[in-house]
């Protein structure tokens, strides 16, 4: 069965960096694309990026352009998220998900449990 | 910026029909997809491409386009369908956008 796996909660200070690992499982992981979304505190989704997991192509949300970067590890089948320059509205969950290609856009049909980022002085 | 704009409540009784709409001017163009979220979880598919149910999703849960309105329907809704529902699109560049969402009250 399909698995996304996450690590776990962060607390950071503003202007530090975290990254989140997504650890896949249960499929072939170069065959799909993996893209992270994140949702502050009783908000909306919101959709950070994209990486193919074939060769590492990226697409990024212009809001998050020059602060994110979204790496994968074939070797381990995971994928990473990085955000820099951290503000205190960046926490939130932060999800992984598998993306599924559909014209020129992706979808989502499996997710990750989430990972709590918490920025604060 | 694109947006999707849905209603952000929605109340029925159980066993009655529920109906979530998103707004949107490039969905003509764009396929849409729903996806549902219970407290503390993780959002999950459950219509893809305007009128698609994943396996495993109740045939009670179904989209349809009209337009640049999309609606995702749930009949008979149960207790268990309370939940925000999010639908998802794109631009007309392929970026990804989601709606503000919609609280599923059961009455």
């Known amino acids: 069965q399909v698995q996304l796996v996450q690590s776990g909660a962060e607390v950071k200070k503003p202007g530090a960096s975290v990254k989140v690992s997504c650890k896949a499982s249960g499929y072939t992981f170069t065959s799909y694309g993996i893209s992270w979304v994140r949702q502050a505190p009783g908000q909306g989704l919101e959709w950070m990026g994209w990486i193919s997991a074939y060769n590492g192509n990226t697409n990024y949300a212009q809001k998050l352009q020059g602060r994110v970067t979204m790496t994968t590890d074939t070797s381990t089948s995971t994928a990473y998220m990085e955000l820099r320059s951290l503000r205190s509205d960046d926490t939130a969950v932060y999800y992984c998900?598998?993306?599924?290609?559909?014209?020129?856009?992706?979808?989502?049909?499996?997710w990750g449990q989430g990972t709590l980022v918490t920025v604060s002085s | 910026s694109y947006e999707l704009t849905q209603p952000p409540s929605v109340s029925v009784s159980p066993g009655q029909t529920a109906r979530i709409t998103c707004s949107g001017d490039?969905?003509?163009?764009?396929?849409a997809y729903w996806y549902q979220q219970k407290p503390g979880q993780a959002p999950v598919l459950v219509i893809y491409k305007d009128s698609e149910r994943p396996s495993g999703i109740p045939e009670r849960f179904s989209g349809s386009s009209s337009g640049t309105t999309v609606t995702l329907t749930i009949s008979g809704v149960q207790a268990e369908d309370e939940a925000d529902y999010y639908c998802q699109s794109a631009d007309s560049s392929g970026t990804v956008v989601f709606g503000g969402g919609t609280k599923l009250t059961v009455l």
């Open positions: 998900a598998r993306a599924l290609a559909a014209a020129d856009t992706y979808y989502f049909d499996y």
């Open positions: 490039a969905l003509p163009k764009q396929y």
